[in-house]
């Protein structure tokens, strides 16, 4: 149990937190300050479940817990890069896959499909990929559902 984040004290409580950003996230999908507690939280929410779940009986450490994470969905990985590039000003250590991020802005809005040069968050991939943020983040919070569903399956087992 984490005693330094109020309320929020497991990893079922901490996603609860990641839907309550990604619904403020919604209503403004152009704010960089709503995007990036949606990216810190996604990433970090892996943290909370390694340690909740104790997942260090099945991984040499929380490395590879967060590893076989990127390879289940590899927008966690855009996630990460995120919140590392957030919250360090250079990347020494960790090797991004995440070449830039910007807010592009085009002459449609929001209401315009992918095809029409619309303004959005927009993710550009060290292979070249482009990619919107709102599209990624939609892709992790589906993903971090599932896996928590499953998570209670196997834990209501266990205690069974």
């Keep these: 149990m984490n005693k330094l984040s109020f309320e929020i004290n497991n990893s079922l409580q901490f996603y609860k937190k990641l839907e309550e950003d990604y619904s403020d996230y919604?209503?403004?999908?152009?704010?960089?300050?709503?995007?990036?507690?949606?990216?810190?939280?996604?990433?970090?929410?892996?943290?909370?479940?390694?340690?909740?779940?104790?997942?260090?009986?099945?991984?040499?450490?929380?490395?590879?817990?967060?590893?076989?994470?990127?390879?289940?969905?590899?927008?966690?990985?855009?996630?990460?890069?995120?919140?590392?590039?957030?919250?360090?000003?250079?990347?020494?250590?960790?090797?991004?896959?995440?070449?830039?991020?910007?807010?592009?802005?085009?002459?449609?809005?929001?209401?315009f499909g992918l095809t029409f040069d619309k303004t959005y968050l927009k993710v550009e991939m060290k292979n070249g990929e482009i990619l919107s943020f709102e599209t990624i983040l939609k892709k992790v919070l589906l993903f971090w559902k599932d896996y928590l569903a499953n998570l209670s399956k196997i834990d209501k087992k266990s205690t069974n």
């Excluded at 990433?43 to 390694?50: Q, V």
């Excluded at 040499?60 to 289940?72: D, H, P, T, V, Y």
């Design 26 to 111: 919604i209503k403004n999908n152009l704010s960089s300050r709503l995007a990036i507690n949606c990216a810190l939280t996604s990433w970090h929410l892996s943290d909370w479940i390694y340690n909740e779940y104790k997942f260090d009986k099945e991984f040499q450490n929380i490395f590879e817990f967060q590893k076989s994470l990127k390879e289940m969905c590899g927008e966690l990985q855009v996630m990460h890069d995120i919140s590392n590039g957030t919250k360090h000003f250079f990347l020494n250590k960790h090797k991004p896959k995440v070449e830039n991020t910007e807010k592009h802005i085009g002459p449609f809005d929001s209401t």
